[in-house]
C-alpha cells in the first residue's frame, strides 16, 4: 500500500513551487486530482513549457485530471463540494485570488474542518510585498542567494536550478505531512503557508548563520568553499574536478597523495586558520599538481587515499554514472523516463504508476464519485463549467 494513499488531494497549482509540493505527495500514492481551466477557457501555463514538453511531464505525472471554471459559481460550488472529502487543498496563486474566487481557507475550513489548505506565494499571504508577483529569479536576489554566488568581483549570479521555486514546493510539503499528522491529535486541519522568500532565506543556512550570529556579511568565493579550505575546482590533465580536502585529518592524507608532504610543514599551509588566510597560494599549487594528470587517475587515487573528490559532470554524465543508476533516481514509464523521488522508505516505496494527465482526462469520473449524475456532467461540460 502506497505510503499516502488514503489522502485525497485538490491540485490548484501552476508553474513551478506548487507542482514540486504535489508531486512530493502524488508520488508517495496520494489520490491528486489537478484541477485546470476546461480548454478554451485557460491562457496557458507560460512558465511550465509546453505540456508535452520535459518540464510539465516531469512535474505532473502520478494525477488525475479535472477541468473546472472556477470563475463560475457554479464552478467554485463544484469544487466545494469536493472539498467536503478533501485531505488537502493546495494553492499557488497570489494571496488575493483565492478570496475572490471564494475558494481561501476560511471558505473551504467551514466546510470541512479537518482540510489542510497549503498556499505557495511569492512573499507570504501578508505584508508590505504580499502583492508583489513572485518569481525565482527575484527571490534568489532579494533571499541573498546572489550576492554569495559566482566569482568575486563579476557581480550577481543566479544559480542554475530553480532553487527557490524547488525549496517552496518541498517546505510547503513538509508543512502538510506535518499538518496530517497534528490532525491525528486534534482532528483539525489548518492552514500552511510558506512562500519563495522565506525558503530562499531558509536555505542560506550557515551563510545566514554568519550574519545573525556573528554580524558578517559573506562575499562571494566563486568555486572556493568560504569556510572549508581547500575546497574548490582544480584543473587536471583532460578536464576539471572538485577537491574538498578540509580539515586536518583529510588534508594530511591529501598531500601525501599528491606528493607534496612539505605543504604540511610549510607554515603558511600547515593549520586550518593559515590555510584560510593563504588560499590563493594553496590553491595555485594544488592546481598545478592536478594539472599532471587526468580527472580520472585522480579521483580514483584521492578516494583510495580516504580524500573527498569527485568529477564534474554533465547531465548525460550524471545519468550515466554507476552510482546514481545504482540509486535508481531515473525511472522509466514506457517511453518516457522520469525523475524520481531522492529519499527510499525500507517497506513502503515511492512510484511513478501514470503520466500526467490529458487536460480533463479524468472529470467525469472525479465527478461521478461525488454522486454527479451522466446528465448533469455533459450540462456541465456543454457549458464549460466542467
Known sequence: MPALSRFKVLDLTRVRAGPTCVRQLADWGADVIKVEMPEGLDAGDPMGGPRMGP??????????????NLKSPEGVAIFKKLVENADVVVENYRPDVKHRL?????????????????????????????????????????GGLMSITGEP?????????????????????????????????????????TSLLQAQAFMLDFQAARWLM?????????????????????????????????????????VKVM????????????????????????????DEATRTNTTAYWVETMNEAGVPCGPINNMQQVFADAQVK????????????YLGQPFTLSRTASAITSHPPAIGEHSAAILAEAGYSAEQIADYQARQIV
Open 102 to 142: 471564494g475558494v481561501d481557507y476560511a471558505a473551504l475550513s467551514a466546510i470541512n474542518p479537518k482540510l489542510v489548505y497549503a498556499s505557495i506565494s511569492g512573499f507570504g499571504q501578508d505584508g508590505p510585498y504580499a502583492g508583489r508577483p513572485g518569481f525565482d529569479q527575484i527571490a534568489q536576489g532579494m
Open 259 to 286: 606528493g607534496h608532504p612539505e605543504w604540511l610543514e610549510d607554515e603558511r599551509f600547515a593549520t586550518s586558520s593559515a590555510r584560510s588566510k593563504n588560499r590563493h597560494a594553496l590553491n595555485a599549487l594544488i
Open 153 to 193: 568581483g563579476k557581480g550577481p549570479m543566479r544559480v542554475g536550478i530553480p532553487v527557490a521555486d524547488l525549496c517552496a514546493g518541498l517546505f510547503a510539503a513538509m508543512g502538510i505531512l506535518t499538518a496530517l499528522l497534528e490532525r491525528e491529535t486534534s482532528g483539525q486541519g489548518q492552514w500552511v503557508q
Open 326 to 337: 545504482h540509486l535508481g533516481i531515473a525511472q522509466a514509464l514506457g517511453e518516457t523516463t
Open 55 to 68: 518540464d510539465f511531464q516531469n512535474l505532473h505525472r502520478n494525477k488525475r485530471g479535472l477541468t473546472l
Open 214 to 254: 556573528a554580524g558578517d556579511i559573506p562575499k562571494q568565493a566563486g568555486n572556493d568553499h568560504p569556510t572549508s579550505i581547500p575546497t574548490g575546482v582544480f584543473t587536471t590533465a583532460d578536464g576539471a574536478m572538485n577537491i574538498a580536502a578540509t580539515g586536518q585529518a583529510i588534508y594530511s592524507r591529501f
